[in-house]
């Protein structure tokens, strides 16, 4: 009798060791099922598991039970005692019966012990047995202390799995995170680097990790506390507040990406910093918004400013009453005032077109839309001060009408026509042709003017941008010219783009659909 007791008790400390070094929940079960079943030899077993504050279990293993009937075993399920500290379980014999008598298992003997973690009922494990043997108290006693021993091994399981879970998504939303993300060490070393900030700076997370962060993340030209920059600082947080710094990230393509990096510090318990984490944001577009506001201030002052001179100045002279003006010159000076208030009037349209175009308000009002008829309109109007310059037009009798807003498109021509004077300061000729195929028709402008070098020709289509010439300060322009055609026309569904050669001369195309 002593024998077998002490047999027990070491095969009892075995499994509580196999068990405590068990974290995988669904495994542990099934250890602790069989181990249960074979100390007290029942046929057959269940674990069943509470979610949350619940009074009904589910089960989580079964031992020696078809899967197709453990839905049958609900009837043990519900309405389980709570009651920790004398745990019994009033019906239980009557509720198995219930279950067997319908699936015809020959299971007739049933215990149930409670699994119990600092006095709150984590579930129960059911053993069965089919002969007409009950459960002893000492059976109900080796047990006890098993499930004492059981329930430790489950609870940190459970925290394990949970651990994990919690885990798993901070990695997900630090991965996904569209900013850049690091972990530092409080050595600057890096621990975690996710995709974001692999885009960024066009290292591996692989090749990353382990190594300190200068060598990743080399900010230049940094305003603030670098951190990461290439001469190492003190690693200092003010009051333990992140601190933040600006700069130029350096990427593989030998371009610079502009960054804002804010460090936030982590402290153990005692006070020691343990990590550092980065958060990378990119802020080109903050940057270039930035920048834009202050080109529009000055492009818009300059070209606000010279008619507002002309027309004040025109404007007191003819006004002086001292002076005596003949017929022509007066004419000649309201003429001035008249064309200087039209510029103006152009450029505050420009400005509001630009304007809805950001805030997404442009509407087509479409209708039929001949375009040779539309180009000689506008070939026209400009002929009569432009006397340098020869127009040719050049449409086949048979180029087709296009769906469109006249009046936009009209601005379109009216806008390369005009480019095309004032960029062809010596003269020369000024096409506007165009052909068409069943699917698009295309017009051009062409001019024998000043043209556009290569590494310019892509930016010529941004708001406010002006290539930098003799030519630039001596013409007026707000850059909002080709900004505006190129929004109208991919209004329309079209595309603009240019060929120009400098020296020679540009020749700008436009293609409309004509579905
Ligand atoms: P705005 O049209 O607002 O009065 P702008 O003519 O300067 O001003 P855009 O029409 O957008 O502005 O043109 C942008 C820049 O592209 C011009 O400043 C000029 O440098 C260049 N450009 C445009 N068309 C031509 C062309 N036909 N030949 C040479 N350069 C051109
Ligand atoms: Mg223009």
Sequence with gaps: MISYQLRQREYLLQISRAMTARLDLPSLLRLILTNAAEIVRAEAGLIALRRGQSSVLTIHASYNIPTALLPRFAPLLTDVPLRTDHFAFPDLQLRLDMVTRAILLPLHQVIALPLVFEERLLG???????GTAAFTANDQAVLTSFADQA???????????????????????IQHSADGVMILDADLRILVFNRALSQMTGWSAEAALGRPCYEVLALEQASGPNLCGPDPIEVEFPDGQPVM???LLPRPSGSRLAVSITYSPLYDEDGRLTRIIANVVDITRFREAEEMKSTFVSVISHELKTPVALIKGYANTLAREDAQWDSATLREGLQVISEESDRLNVLINNLLDASRIQAGAFKLERGDVLIPKLAARVVDNFRVHATGHRFVLDF??????????EERLRQVLDNLVSNAIKYSPAGGEIRVGGWSDDAWATVYVADQGIGIPAEEQGKLFQRFYRVDSSLRRSTQG??????????????????????SEPGKGTTVFVTLPLK
């Design 478 to 499: 707000a850059g909002l010219g080709l900004y505006l055609c190129k929004s109208i026309v991919e209004a329309h569904g079209g595309r603009i783009w240019l060929r």
């Design 124 to 130: 129960l494990i059911y053993l069965f047995r089919s």
């Design 396 to 405: 086949p009798a048979d180029f087709p009408c296009v769906s469109g807003d």
């Design 245 to 247: 710094v600006e700069g």
């Design 151 to 173: 329930a430790i091994a489950v609870r940190n399981a459970q925290l394990y799995q949970q651990l994990s879970e919690e885990k798993r998504q901070l990695d997900a939303i």
